[in-house]
């Protein structure tokens, strides 16, 4: 019996021996191997505790967060273009995709993969299973499995290509289905939601770790945050980003901090980030490999970007412009290619309420945690709260950090040509087109004869 990818990934995965209590370094590593039971390897806390360190290390490759997750929402935007110096991503950039594009399929199976681990956590039954600790942990599983399945619906699903198709929800370890269908797009925004309330009730904040590549309660709100400004529901997504603004915990560092604070990870101005060290990257696997001027050296900033920030903003400090190309240079900048990942930001989560309250008709709270943002940047601050406004700011102050393409398409706004390096067509990509879901992988089709492929593939 043929099993499909995800199959393969959420149910036909077993584990090793637990190597180590630790869950810095050492973690139990999925496999296709069929040699052990799981039951009879996850027993303990520290063993939960390696599976979400697996977890979050698969969310850090470059399949996903590392490099090409980020770069399809950049290079499909009007933030950034391909030069095509080295041939990559030059596909995603013309908006022309293959099913059996091999960056396409190993994103798809990467989170797969993270959401794999997330459901042994969720599912497993261990030694002190009620405690208040293996409940922080198991809500660990679900706010990973929820980004994980938010990630996937905004590349894949049809939300904004004119369909309901969201993707398959493969919800427990080795279900007795093992051809799954693709879940409608509400149903999988129903999931997301389900998963952040689950691990909101399970975690307890006296339980979070101060490292920010840590998942807490706070990246719980923030992510419920994102989430409900996607799908419309301006009351939540406020009432959610202004848990983590009153915790106290977090700020928006000050103009003279900023450019800097991108050489150290951690810090009050990140909610979440994915933990990356020398040892686990190759050199042009990573951002600043095809950021920066290398032998890869690909993506590159358009002038319209550019041109939004003002003289005077810290944040244009963050490129270089040498008069024929603009380049990238302040956001992941380390040489030795070890920057954290930043996931979510707390600059995102000011901007998430800024944003829900303006949608909300409260231009006063808008305005106020609007221009908190370019007080700190040396930059213009704004009169009013228009959604303009703050789109535009959040287009500033997000730029180049894979929010691009979902800032447009959520918002239902077509992929404009703003720059003649571009190279899709100069009338842009309207919302609605085809081209706005990747498509399905054709090793998934393949396998799998009870899931459709995306119209135009």
């Not at 990573?286 to 950021?291: G, N, W």
Request: charged share 20%.
């Amino acid at each position: 019996m043929r099993y499909t990818t995800i199959k393969r990934l959420a149910f036909g995965l077993v584990f090793m021996s637990v190597l180590s209590s630790s869950c810095s370094e050492d973690f139990l590593e999925p496999t296709v191997s069929v040699s052990k039971d799981v039951n009879t390897s996850v027993n303990t806390l520290e063993d939960l505790q390696s599976l979400i360190t697996g977890a979050l290390a698969r969310m850090s490759t470059t399949e996903y967060y590392r490099r090409n997750y980020i770069l399809f929402a950049e290079v499909r935007s009007g933030n950034a273009y391909s030069s095509g110096n080295s041939g990559r991503f030059i596909g995603p950039a013309q908006f022309s995709y293959n099913p059996t594009d091999g960056t396409i399929t190993n994103m798809w199976n990467q989170i797969y993969s993270v959401i794999a681990n997330a459901n042994i956590v969720i599912g497993a039954e261990i030694e002190d299973n009620g405690s208040s600790e293996t409940n922080h942990v198991r809500g660990q599983a679900y706010a990973i499995r929820a980004l994980a399945y938010m990630d996937l619906l905004r590349v894949f699903g049809q939300q904004y290509s004119g369909g309901n198709l969201g993707v398959p929800l493969v919800l427990t370890f080795r279900d007795e289905n093992i051809y799954p269908t693709r879940a409608t797009v509400q149903e999988t925004w129903d999931q997301i939601g389900q998963d952040l309330q689950t691990a909101a009730q399970l975690m307890s904040s006296g339980l979070n770790d101060a490292s920010k590549t840590e998942v807490t309660t706070w990246m719980v709100d923030a992510l419920q945050s994102r989430y409900y400004l996607n799908i419309k529901d301006y009351q939540n997504a406020a009432a959610a980003a202004k848990r983590v603004m009153d915790s106290g915990n977090f700020s928006i560092l000050d103009a003279g901090s900023y450019v800097d604070s991108w050489f150290s990870d951690g810090g009050s101005n990140r909610i979440f980030e994915l933990a990356v060290t020398p040892a686990d990257v190759r050199s042009f696997d990573t951002l600043y490999f095809i950021y920066q001027e290398t032998s890869y050296g690909d993506i590159e900033v358009t002038q319209d970007l550019y041109d939004l920030y003002e003289i005077g903003d810290v944040r244009k400090d963050l490129y270089f412009d040498d008069g024929t190309k603009i380049r990238m240079v302040g956001k992941y900048p380390s040489i030795d290619y070890a920057d954290d990942i930043k996931v979510i930001r707390y600059a995102e989560v000011v901007l998430n309420y800024a944003e829900a309250m303006a949608r909300l008709g409260n231009n006063g709270e808008a305005l106020s945690a609007l221009n908190s943002i370019p007080e700190n940047r040396n930059a213009q601050t704004y009169a009013n709260a228009s959604i303009d406004n703050v789109l535009q700011e959040r287009r500033k102050e997000l730029a180049m950090e894979g929010f691009g393409f979902f800032e447009l398409v959520r918002n239902q706004m077509d992929i404009p040509y703003v720059d003649s390096r571009q190279l899709f067509d100069p009338s842009g990509v309207p919302f609605g087109s085809y081209q706005l879901a990747l498509p399905i992988p054709q090793q998934e089709l393949s396998a799998n004869p009870e899931i459709d492929q995306n119209e135009g593939y």
